[in-house]
């Protein structure tokens, strides 16, 4: 754990207030402490910005490519899987700025033995792991994801309603929650494994199906990537809801369904591990 993360958890725990206010202000502290930390090499934040929007141009740049020879992939037109483009890479970025660090460094706490420090602290532990980081660039490209969806729907004459809106963030939410269940129960098997970084990526690099119309699938591939490793929802359902071309209610109750049984999933598997864990030094 590093100095600037332990003092702020001890500034806080010295003050600690047993109600629900005690968590928000101890996050602050950590935003505050991640804020510095990030300041601290502008160099690389820049870096990985700078690839992150030369990636992010690339897809779009792919799509353009397929729509050459195509009209539409199943019933979805060209500027429809643009927006589904930037949505998926709004979510998935959202997702990276508050969550994706920690998951992935959760192996490492366990095989050097920083976990025994977190345990230590009278806070809810997977909290704590889970929000300790924050990547400041994950939110800058999260807003040109949001700025391609707005260009789209411009090109489509498409003005959603409030409704629509409410329920395209609900849903996105919904869709960050599926992300870091899943993701935090491959590294959580780094209790057993000492390390799961393969695993941790192996779902990182099927992000890129996030951004693909369901419509693309069929048979067992579209039910394995619907309801066993969910990614065809976490973007098509709530860039359905916004286009106003959601099939059925289910299809948003299978959404808000999936990140509720992948986040218990995952909590029950986290407490599994912590009730086994003998730190790296025993």
Known sequence: ?????TAAISTRLRHRNESLRFYPSLYCSLWRNSVTRELGFKANFLFWLLVEMVWFGLQLAFIGVIYQYTESIGDWTKWEVVMLVGASHFIQQLFQAFLLVNCAQLSELVH????????????????LVSVRHIDLGGFVSAASGLAVMIYAARQMHLTPSLLQIGAFAVLSVAAIIIHYSIMFLMATCSFWT?????LVMAYYN????TRVPG??????????????????LVANVPVKALLGTVGSISEIARLLTMSLACFL????????ALRRYSSASS
């Open 1 to 5: 754990m590093d100095a600037g993360t």
């Open 112 to 127: 050097t033995g920083k976990m025994d420090f977190y345990l230590l602290f009278p806070v809810n532990t997977r909290f």
């Open 194 to 198: 000492v390390r799961a970084q393969g």
């Open 206 to 209: 099927l992000f890129s199906l």
């Open 215 to 232: 419509a693309a699938f069929s048979g067992a591939a579209r039910a394995i990537f619907t309801l066993f490793i969910p990614v065809l």
């Open 265 to 272: 999933v995952s909590s029950f598997v986290w407490r599994a």
